[in-house]
């Protein structure tokens, strides 16, 4: 199949030179079309967009200047001339391929909603009874955009229509049922989504990789269905599937919500397990970004493990990758995490440590117009320096957060409605301890990894 597209792109092109000698508008623009088909089947889109693109400028051009349309009409009427041949071609059939052609090359490059604007442009192309066969692939088209691109009703409208093609390739079938599963777990059609799945598990014994996938969505339904530990199961099976077939992307993507199910249930070793592999294949595929995020992760992993010096040491180690990247934000909230774990020491060092964190991540955010988390960082300090005894340095602290915070338009506090009440509370409590109070044991509280702060004491 390849060499027979290779054999059509250059005849395409010979022919196009012989026409350009010409001068054959027409014909030029005729075989960057038949080129561009066959470099789709090569797997070469931008190149054949670009053919694509010249091809529709001839046909502009040809019909800008009449001279195509007077000299048709001409042959039409006119028993002594030869028919209408390819150099006076039909101009709307070849826009229709063209057109048709950019579509599917917009969306081989999965530029989505260009690919749609195309499918559009070319409708108006492909109307009449002799171009039922054009409308079907103009059609297809647009259901691989609906069915990569698309929610819902039009994704899975698509993926039914795909189905019920009797001409279907049984492994194209089985990757659109899968699809079609992924879709109605997005649509919280759960039950569905697990019989589609479970069927695509057991029909593809000779393709692991979708096996894994599925699996995967397998997982995602259980777990909306609050079967936690056969989702996990059925998570951790696709996880270690990808990894056997050394999917570092599938990996690394799969890898932060995983080992949250396992943190948030109580088994951090195999969360921790989980982060080590996608660690690997993040460094495989020499992905900075991911490596830094699955090390945070691991470090606040490890902290709900109890583990305080693995926990410091793997969010340093995030800081590090985030530098060098550079990324300021991944490395703030790296730093951030390092803070949060510092301050459960009650030693004055850890403790100056975690405030020096606190202001250098606070800083990065602020410079980054991330004015609720630089808020959030005055509000930890704040509430760190209280739990010292720092009390003047605290009341700064929680006065600037309070300001910070009221800066920021409501709707962005919405996530955080507890933090303002909860500056207030404690800004009222060292009002007392300067009047020769003790603070109550709810006072200062901290806000944690989430970046929360819950009024203490509610």
């Known amino acids: 199949m390849r060499d027979q597209a290779e054999a059509f792109l250059t005849d395409a092109r010979a022919r196009e030179q012989a026409a350009r000698a010409q001068g054959q508008s027409y014909s030029v623009a005729l075989q960057r079309t038949r080129a561009a088909q066959a470099l789709l089947a090569l797997g070469r889109p931008e190149e054949a967009l670009a053919d694509l693109d010249a091809s529709l400028d001839y046909l502009a051009m040809l019909r800008d200047d009449g001279e195509h349309e007077r000299q048709r009409l001409l042959h039409m009427g006119s028993l002594s001339l030869p028919p209408v041949g390819e150099e006076l071609g039909d101009l709307d059939s070849l826009e229709a391929w063209a057109r048709i052609g950019r579509a599917a090359a917009l969306a081989r490059l999965g530029r989505w909603s260009d690919a749609r604007v195309a499918v559009d442009e070319a409708r108006p192309w492909t109307k009449g009874f002799t171009r039922r066969g054009l409308r079907k692939q103009l059609d297809a088209i647009a259901d691989?955009?609906?069915?990569?691109?698309?929610?819902?009703?039009?994704?899975?409208?698509?993926?039914?229509?795909?189905?019920?093609?009797?001409?279907?390739?049984?492994?194209?079938?089985?990757?659109?049922?899968?699809?079609?599963?992924?879709?109605?777990?997005?649509?919280?059609?759960?039950?569905?989504?697990?019989?589609?799945?479970?069927?695509?598990?057991?029909?593809?014994?000779?393709?692991?990789?979708?096996?894994?996938?599925?699996?995967?969505?397998?997982?995602?339904?259980?777990?909306?269905?609050?079967?936690?530990?056969?989702?996990?199961?059925?998570?951790?099976?696709?996880?270690?599937?990808?990894?056997?077939?050394?999917?570092?992307?599938?990996?690394?993507?799969?890898?932060?919500g995983l080992a949250w199910r396992f943190?948030?249930?109580?088994?951090?070793?195999?969360?921790?397990?989980?982060?080590?592999?996608?660690?690997?294949?993040?460094?495989?595929?020499?992905?900075?970004?991911?490596?830094?995020?699955?090390?945070?992760?691991?470090?606040?992993?490890?902290?709900?493990?109890?583990?305080?010096?693995?926990?410091?040491?793997?969010?340093?180690?995030?800081?590090?990758?985030?530098?060098?990247?550079?990324?300021?934000?991944?490395?703030?909230?790296?730093?951030?995490?390092?803070?949060?774990?510092?301050?459960r020491s009650a030693d004055a060092h850890e403790s100056v440590e975690a405030l020096s964190l606190l202001d250098t991540a606070?800083?990065?955010?602020?410079?980054?117009?991330?004015?609720?988390?630089?808020?959030?960082?005055?509000?930890?300090?704040?509430?760190?320096?209280?739990?010292?005894?720092?009390?003047?340095?605290?009341?700064?602290?929680?006065?600037?957060?309070?300001?910070?915070?009221?800066?920021?338009?409501?709707?962005?506090?919405?996530?955080?409605?507890?933090?303002?009440?909860?500056?207030?509370?404690?800004?009222?409590?060292?009002?007392?301890?300067?009047?020769g109070a003790t603070p109550p044991p709810e006072a200062f509280g901290s806000g944690g990894h989430q970046m929360r702060h819950v009024r203490a004491g509610a």
């Not at 294949?281 to 699955?294: K, M, P």
């Open 362 to 435: 606070g800083a990065a955010y602020a410079e980054a117009g991330l004015a609720e988390r630089a808020a959030e960082c005055s509000h930890e300090a704040a509430a760190l320096l209280g739990r010292l005894g720092s009390y003047d340095a605290s009341r700064q602290r929680y006065a600037a957060a309070r300001a910070a915070y009221l800066e920021i338009p409501e709707v962005l506090r919405a996530d955080d409605p507890d933090a303002i009440p909860d500056c207030d509370f404690n800004l009222r409590v060292l009002d007392l301890v300067t009047q």
């Open 263 to 343: 943190a948030e249930r109580d088994q951090g070793r195999q969360a921790i397990e989980v982060i080590d592999g996608a660690l690997m294949s993040a460094r495989a595929i020499d992905d900075r970004a991911s490596e830094a995020d699955l090390l945070a992760t691991r470090g606040t992993t490890y902290d709900l493990l109890g583990d305080t010096e693995a926990a410091i040491d793997s969010f340093a180690a995030a800081v590090r990758v985030a530098e060098r990247l550079p990324d300021p934000i991944r490395a703030a909230d790296a730093r951030h995490g390092e803070a949060i774990v510092r301050t």
């Open 144 to 256: 691989e955009i609906a069915r990569v691109d698309g929610a819902g009703a039009e994704a899975l409208g698509a993926l039914d229509r795909t189905l019920r093609d009797p001409a279907l390739p049984d492994a194209d079938r089985r990757l659109a049922r899968y699809e079609r599963a992924a879709h109605l777990v997005e649509e919280g059609r759960y039950d569905e989504a697990t019989r589609e799945a479970l069927v695509v598990i057991r029909d593809s014994d000779d393709d692991p990789a979708l096996t894994a996938r599925a699996r995967q969505v397998l997982g995602a339904a259980l777990a909306a269905q609050g079967m936690d530990d056969e989702a996990d199961a059925t998570l951790r099976a696709a996880f270690d599937g990808f990894r056997s077939l050394e999917d570092h992307h599938a990996v690394v993507a799969a890898a932060p």
